[in-house]
């Protein structure tokens, strides 16, 4: 069973930085694109970027120039690194991949989630 775990998460003053990680695990053919997103509370869900298998980026204008996104494909993992962090970036942030299983067809799958709260 395919599974994507985060973690990296946690509580920063304004202006620091945090590096979220994001591996997949389990019987995986191929991983296509991966992603981050956020949601914050009483705010929908919201792509903050993403890494095509080629490695193509694509960010949301609030995070443009302040987060990057990669990926290490021998280790199944992508990072969000988060610098010049604003009390506007709390939020839960989830991971996505799209997985193709070796048993399965493609899926898109999401971690669980993990806090990432900027205050003084």
């Known amino acids: 069973q395919v599974q994507l775990v985060e973690s990296g998460g946690g509580l920063v003053q304004p202006g620091g930085s945090l590096r979220l990680s994001c591996a997949a695990s389990?019987?995986?053919?191929?991983?296509?694109?991966m992603g981050w997103h956020r949601q914050a509370p009483g705010k929908e869900r919201e792509l903050v970027a993403f890494i095509t298998s080629g490695g193509s980026t694509n960010y949301a204008d609030s995070v443009k120039g302040r987060f990057t996104i990669s990926r290490d494909n021998a280790k199944k993992t992508v990072y969000l690194q988060m610098n010049s962090l604003k009390p506007e970036d709390t939020a839960v942030y989830y991971c996505?991949?799209?997985?193709?299983?070796?048993?399965?067809?493609?899926?898109?799958?999401w971690g669980q989630g993990t806090q990432v709260t900027v205050s003084s």
């Open positions: 996505n991949s799209i997985v193709t299983p070796a048993d399965g067809d493609e899926y898109d799958y």
């Open positions: 389990g019987s995986i053919f191929s991983i296509g694109a």
